[in-house]
């Protein structure tokens, strides 16, 4: 696709991209970028690499806990 339809078809091509396509885009004919979809890394990995750095220093109160009601007020605003 070249230039001028991507810039009028956007919102199309980054709805292709998400859906795992690749796009390329070309300037007179010749394809200078491609869209592709971002994998995101594996949720938690940050978390999970951060184990223990906190330990000792977060202090959670015996409150801490939300009642069914307190949760369905949070939810239902």
């Given at each position: 696709m070249n230039v001028?339809?991507?810039k009028?078809?956007?919102s199309k091509l980054l709805?292709?991209?998400e859906?795992?396509?690749?796009v390329e885009i070309?300037?007179?004919g010749v394809p200078v970028v491609r869209l592709v979809p971002i994998r995101s890394a594996?949720?938690?990995r940050r978390f999970l690499a951060a184990k223990g750095t906190l330990a000792g220093q977060i202090r959670i109160?015996?409150?801490f806990e939300f009642t069914d009601a307190e949760l369905d007020e949070m939810f239902d605003q």
């Open positions: 001028g339809q991507a009028t078809e956007l709805s292709m991209a859906a795992g396509e690749e070309a300037r007179n594996k949720p938690g109160g015996g409150d």
